[in-house]
């Protein structure tokens, strides 16, 4: 079975401080790995994706998240975090070999930065 | 890139009415659609699993004749809320994917239900 963990139900930051966000993962096969955010009201929008090669992701508004096959992790971060970055972040995952299956979500962590 | 549109973005019913919510890929064609079920401060719990001319897949306790779901065409997935209650009331979130190899997962905008 797979499953995702979010340890942080909520993360502070300041602005212009680099921000972390946690994940680590569990599936039977080789992960495919999401993470996405959520403002209020609205469905999830699309950051990043890790599904081969380099272990490091670069995905959109400034955010990168590391692939970390030894210790199932998959941490996104930002050098500097934005007072609009503040909302709901998913990280998700799928295996490799289910095809059109889908994704399994962590519970969220809600980013607050402080200006 | 990948564009999911979802229809209405809000709603309010009478309970015991029925609310159908629209699900369409507007660039791409999506034989697998996902509907989802989001609680305040949640996260999104699956309903279904929706198939291009074939039967939903339904999660475990979700019931099927309470949420039906169609799929009939390549960018078109439904979800109809039949004889609703207030428990029902909800956010319910569509997600169309694009198979191998970019397996794209797009989300549409949401759909804020409320059973009066």
């Known amino acids: 079975a797979q499953s995702v963990a979010q340890p942080e139900d909520q993360v502070n930051v300041a602005e212009g401080n680099p921000l972390t966000v946690k994940c680590t993962y569990s599936?039977?096969?080789?992960?495919?790995l999401f993470w996405y955010v959520q403002y209020p009201n609205r469905g999830l929008q699309f950051l990043l994706k890790?599904?081969?090669?380099?272990?490091l992701v670069k995905g959109s508004y400034g955010f990168e998240a590391e692939f970390n096959k030894s210790q199932t992790s998959f941490h996104l971060k930002k050098p500097s975090a934005l007072v609009s970055d503040s909302a709901l972040y998913f990280c998700a995952v799928r295996d490799s070999y289910s095809g059109n299956t889908p994704l399994v979500f962590g519970k969220g962590t809600r980013l607050s930065v402080i200006a | 890139g990948a564009v999911v549109s979802q229809h209405p973005s809000r709603v309010i019913c009478k309970s015991g009415t029925s609310v159908k919510i629209e699900c369409r890929s507007l660039?791409?064609?999506?034989?697998?659609m996902f509907w989802y079920r989001q609680f305040p401060k949640q996260s999104l719990m699956l309903m279904a699993t929706?198939?291009?001319?074939?039967?939903?897949?339904?999660e475990q306790g979700v019931e099927k004749d309470k949420f039906l779901i169609n799929h009939a065409s390549l960018t078109l997935s439904t979800l109809t809320v039949t004889s609703a209650h207030p428990e029902d009331s909800s956010f319910y979130i569509c997600?169309?994917?694009?198979?191998?190899?970019?397996?794209?997962?797009?989300f549409g905008s949401g759909t804020r239900l409320t059973v009066v």
């Open positions: 890790y599904i081969t090669g380099d272990n």
């Open positions: 997600s169309a994917v694009s198979g191998a190899p970019n397996y794209g997962y797009t």
């Open positions: 660039d791409f064609q999506a034989t697998t």
């Open positions: 599936v039977s096969g080789n992960p495919y």
């Open positions: 929706s198939n291009e001319g074939s039967k939903a897949t339904y």
